[in-house]
């Protein structure tokens, strides 16, 4: 079996509706590990793919070369002063390439221009590369932002960010 390290292909950044197929099972693939590390999640399916349209919104998913959908994450407005980041996924094969940080980087640029000054987030406890990714990159701890969130479990997150002219929507990037 050859790596993904070892591909001759370049990952590739692409923004997709978040209702299309491609978005929908990664969403639940992230859906089933969450359950499975605590037994409770917000299923994807009550999310509306419009909370991710831009303006006011981006949806990525990350992909070798041609081949299958192996990362995703979007940002949503919550109000004007904050966007939110949502359905971070890395599939297991793709897992400590550098997908995560790539796809922050991504919408933490789109939302430059758009408004908002703050960017947050929820993780679980659990998940330990997620939180180092984010503190990493900037991110602090915060009170919950989400109301009847258990805080045994989640953790929630803040970037204040400054603002600059909008940038251009993505298409397809190579990352």
């Known amino acids: 079996m050859t790596s993904l390290l070892q591909a001759d292909h370049e990952w590739t950044l692409t923004a997709v509706p978040y209702g299309s197929?491609?978005?929908?099972?990664l969403a639940q693939a992230l859906y089933q590990e969450q359950l499975a590390t605590y037994g409770t999640a917000d299923d994807p399916e009550a999310t509306e793919s419009a909370e991710f349209d831009a303006p006011n919104g981006l949806f990525l998913l990350a992909r070798l070369g041609d081949g299958p959908a192996l990362a995703c994450g979007g940002w949503r407005t919550l109000n004007t002063?904050?966007?939110?980041?949502?359905?971070?996924?890395v599939a297991p094969p793709a897992r400590g390439q550098g997908l995560g940080r790539r796809i922050l980087a991504a919408l933490e640029q789109d939302v430059l221009g758009r408004g908002p000054t703050e960017i947050?987030?929820?993780?679980g406890i659990r998940n330990v590369a997620a939180l180092g990714l984010y503190t990493a990159c900037g991110y602090e701890p915060i009170r919950s932002y989400v109301p009847g969130r258990n805080?045994?479990?989640?953790?929630?997150?803040?970037?204040?960010?400054?603002q600059q002219p909008a940038s251009q929507p993505h298409t397809s990037l190579p990352i």
């Open 21 to 25: 197929p491609d978005a929908r099972a």
């Open 81 to 89: 002063a904050a966007a939110e980041i949502k359905r971070m996924y």
């Open 120 to 123: 947050l987030l929820e993780t």
């Open 151 to 162: 805080p045994e479990i989640n953790r929630a997150l803040r970037k204040v960010i400054r």
